[in-house]
C-alpha cells in the first residue's frame, strides 16, 4: 500500500490568502515550483502516491485566508493521507535573517521527528542555515490534520542569500523534503547517486 504524501503549497496565486515577497519574487511561485517537484519526485516512486493542493500556478483554494486554509485541510483528510506537507517560504523585516525552519503542532511526535529530517536534509543539500524545529499547535493547518503535518519554511525571502537559493534550485529544496521523508520512515533512496 502506498504512502499517501498531501502536498500543500502554500498560499494562493494572488489576492485571498497570497504570500510573502521579497525582490520582486513571490512566495507562492517558490511554494508552487517546490510543490510541483515534490509531487514529481513522488510520483516516481511506487512507494508513495502524492496530492497537491494546487495542481496549475493559478488554482486558487478558498474565499478568505480562513476558507483557503481549511479546504487543503478537508483535502487531506477526505483523502485519508498519510502526512501532511504545508510548504512556505519566511520572511521578517530585518533582510539578515535567514534559514531553514519547521513548524509542528507538538514535540516527540511523527510530525516532530519527520520535520527534524525534512529540515535537516534541506539544509545539508541547498546549504541553508538550520534553524530548527519549533511547535505551533495553533496554526489551522496544523490544529485541524488528522494526520501527522509538518509546515515546512524553506528559507527568509527577504534575505537575498535564500532568496536566490530558492529561486536557483528549487528541485533541490524539494528532493531534500523527499529524503527526509525517506530518512524519517528509514527507506533507502532509490538512486543513492542524488
Same mark, same amino acid.
Given at each position: 500500500?502506498? !504512502?499517501?504524501? +498531501? !502536498?500543500?503549497? #502554500?498560499?494562493?496565486?494572488?489576492? %485571498?490568502?497570497?504570500?510573502?515577497?521579497?525582490?520582486?519574487?513571490?512566495?507562492? &511561485?517558490?511554494?508552487?515550483?517546490?510543490?510541483?517537484?515534490?509531487?514529481?519526485?513522488?510520483?516516481?516512486? +511506487?512507494?508513495?502516491?502524492?496530492?497537491?493542493?494546487?495542481?496549475?500556478?493559478?488554482?486558487?483554494? #478558498?474565499?478568505?485566508?480562513?476558507?483557503?486554509?481549511?479546504?487543503?485541510?478537508?483535502?487531506?483528510?477526505?483523502?485519508?493521507?498519510?502526512?501532511? !506537507?504545508?510548504?512556505?517560504?519566511?520572511?521578517?523585516?530585518?533582510?539578515?535573517?535567514?534559514?531553514?525552519?519547521?513548524? =509542528?503542532?507538538?514535540?516527540?511526535?511523527?510530525?516532530? +521527528?519527520?520535520?527534524?529530517? %525534512? =529540515?535537516?536534509?534541506?539544509?545539508?543539500?541547498?546549504?541553508?542555515?538550520?534553524?530548527? =524545529?519549533?511547535?505551533?499547535?495553533?496554526?489551522?493547518?496544523?490544529?485541524?490534520?488528522?494526520?501527522?503535518?509538518?509546515? =515546512?519554511?524553506?528559507?527568509? %525571502?527577504?534575505?537575498?542569500?535564500?532568496?536566490?537559493?530558492?529561486? &536557483?534550485?528549487?528541485?533541490?529544496?524539494?528532493?531534500? %523534503?523527499?529524503?527526509?521523508?525517506?530518512?524519517?520512515?528509514?527507506?533507502?533512496?532509490?538512486?543513492?547517486?542524488?
Amino acid at each position: 500500500m502506498a !504512502i499517501k504524501i +498531501y !502536498i500543500d503549497q #502554500g498560499h494562493n496565486p494572488e489576492g %485571498i490568502n497570497a504570500g510573502a515577497e521579497g525582490f520582486g519574487i513571490r512566495e507562492q &511561485d517558490i511554494t508552487y515550483q517546490v510543490g510541483h517537484f515534490l509531487f514529481d519526485i513522488l510520483s516516481e516512486d +511506487y512507494r508513495f502516491t502524492a496530492r497537491l493542493s494546487r495542481p496549475t500556478p493559478q488554482t486558487t483554494l #478558498g474565499y478568505s485566508n480562513t476558507s483557503s486554509l481549511k479546504e487543503r485541510v478537508t483535502q487531506a483528510n477526505t483523502w485519508k493521507a498519510d502526512y501532511f !506537507i504545508s510548504i512556505h517560504v519566511n520572511a521578517s523585516e530585518n533582510p539578515d535573517i535567514n534559514g531553514t525552519e519547521a513548524y =509542528v503542532s507538538s514535540t516527540n511526535s511523527a510530525a516532530w +521527528y519527520l520535520a527534524q529530517n %525534512i =529540515v535537516s536534509e534541506i539544509v545539508r543539500r541547498t546549504s541553508t542555515k538550520y534553524n530548527g =524545529v519549533f511547535t505551533r499547535p495553533s496554526l489551522y493547518v496544523l490544529k485541524n490534520t488528522k494526520m501527522p503535518a509538518v509546515l =515546512v519554511e524553506l528559507g527568509y %525571502i527577504t534575505n537575498y542569500e535564500d532568496n536566490q537559493r530558492m529561486i &536557483d534550485n528549487p528541485y533541490q529544496f524539494a528532493y531534500g %523534503i523527499y529524503v527526509g521523508i525517506l530518512n524519517y520512515l528509514e527507506l533507502p533512496q532509490k538512486n543513492t547517486d542524488l
